[in-house]
């Protein structure tokens, strides 16, 4: 697999240590305009960390992007005269749609929009894509490439913005919950690095125990709660104060302003 990561930056890194750390590769082309950041990279073998974009396509098959909206098309314009039909084209980027893409370098390549989350760094990346028709052809590729970092699901496009919200955005929205937990654990009396780890093996148990019991949260709740109990206790003093509707309305919130992004910034 020779792939290349046009725009190595909070994303493409972690993306990148992904693959290096998951992936057998051929080659992997790292691109960004500061290659200073990627000096973790230079010491994996087939690793080649470059200023040009044209050198990573000319030597690649699968190209993923990972610039900012407002940079693609620029990118895009000067990599045209090298990019060919063989290439499959994975963007990774907020708001930009398959038909804009298309628009940018024609209707007769192949391309793949996914959305990764910062966790493919450790391999644990829930990953949404969708395609063109060409992209369809060969979207096994892709899911092949994301499938080792994660867990990938083929949505509609129009599902994509929700997708970016609960997904990529999610790292953040759950990176806060800990935080909460380890600052109620501190309170209680742990110490700052126990508390966190209470908080973040706490919050690992509870996905596994729903992914690997395909249960609905609240069939597991029923078995921590018991009647009087701290628990539900905890629980309902929590849902007074709006913790699941402050959450759903955050979701909804971040979904509006995701559908300005691109207007925003293209
Ligand atoms: N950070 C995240 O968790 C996620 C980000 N995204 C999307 O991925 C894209 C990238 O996001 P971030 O990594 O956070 O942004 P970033 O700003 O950290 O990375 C973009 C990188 O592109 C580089 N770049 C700009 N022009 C270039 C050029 N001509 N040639 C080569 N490199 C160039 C920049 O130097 C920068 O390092 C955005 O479109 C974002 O919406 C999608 C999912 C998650
Ligand atoms: O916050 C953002 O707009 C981007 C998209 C999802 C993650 N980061």
């Known amino acids: 697999m020779k792939i290349a990561i046009i725009g190595t930056g909070n994303l493409g890194q972690s993306i990148a240590k992904g693959l290096v750390t998951n992936q057998e590769l051929t080659s992997l082309y790292l691109t960004k305009r500061n290659l200073t950041e990627l000096k973790e990279f230079e010491h994996y073998k087939n690793v080649v960390l470059t200023q040009d974009n044209s050198e990573a396509v000319q030597h690649t098959d699968v190209l993923i992007f990972a610039v900012q909206p407002a940079h693609l098309e620029g ?12 290439h499959i ?28 989350n910062t966790a493919i760094a450790v391999g644990k990346s829930m990953t949404c894509m969708c395609s063109n028709a060409l ?15 994660g867990h990938t699901l083929e949505i509609p496009e129009a599902q994509m913005q929700a997708a970016t919200v609960i997904c990529a955005s999610g790292i953040a929205f759950w990176m806060r919950l800990i935080r909460a937990t380890t600052q109620g654990a501190i309170q209680l009396g742990f110490d700052a690095k ?9 919050s690992e148990g509870a996905a596994s125990l729903l992914i690997q019991n395909k249960q609905h949260p609240e069939q597991e709740i029923d078995r921590v709660t018991t009647p009087k109990g701290c628990t539900i206790e905890g629980l309902n ?14 979701i909804v919130a971040s979904f509006h302003k995701i559908n300005t992004i691109k207007k925003e910034q293209l």
């Open 135 to 149: 992209g369809k052809q060969r979207i096994d590729i892709a899911e092949s490439i994301f499938n080792k970092l």
């Open 237 to 250: 003093e929590m849902e007074h104060k709006g913790l699941s509707s402050s959450l759903i309305q955050g």
């Open 89 to 116: 084209i994975i963007s990774t980027i907020t708001g930009v749609s398959v038909a804009d893409i298309e628009r940018m370098v024609g209707e007769d390549k192949c391309i793949v929009r996914a959305m990764p």
């Open 75 to 86: 990118v895009l314009k000067k990599i045209q005269s090298v990019l060919t039909k063989k």
């Open 194 to 202: 126990e508390a966190q780890q209470l908080a973040m093996y706490t």
